[in-house]
């Protein structure tokens, strides 16, 4: 069973930086595209971005293109959200997920979730 480990959340002030990761574990993770999802107070979850299993394809929101940038190390079983000119309105519960086929930006094709890092951009 696959299973999905976020870490590096807290609290950052606008225009920080910060890097979320988050550790495959149970299946072959080269096998598994990777996605970045957030959910607000309030709000429901969102597409972030997402990476193919070779991590040769990224796609983002339009939210934050230019701005957060994932990568996938298949040695190393992790994936990364690094996250620059953080804006209040990214703050939100940053989940990580995982799916065998290509990529996407539908939550609902996702068939492994974590537990979620908290994210806080506050002055």
């Known amino acids: 069973q696959v299973q999905l480990v976020e870490s590096g959340g807290g609290l950052v002030q606008p225009g920080g930086s910060l890097r979320l990761s988050c550790a495959f574990s149970g299946r072959t993770f080269s096998h598994y595209a990777m996605g970045w999802f957030r959910q607000a107070p309030g709000k429901e979850r969102e597409f972030v971005t997402s990476?193919?299993?070779?991590?040769?394809?990224?796609i983002y929101a339009d939210s934050v293109k230019g701005r957060f940038t994932i990568s996938k190390d298949n040695a190393k079983n992790k994936v990364y959200l690094q996250m620059s000119s953080l804006k209040p309105e990214d703050t939100a519960v940053y989940y990580c997920?995982?799916?065998?086929?290509?990529?996407?930006?539908?939550?609902?094709?996702?068939?492994?979730w974590g537990q979620g890092t908290q994210v806080t951009v506050s002055s």
């Open positions: 997920a995982a799916r065998q086929e290509s990529y996407s930006s539908n939550s609902n094709l996702y068939n492994y």
């Open positions: 990476i193919s299993r070779s991590g040769g394809i990224t």
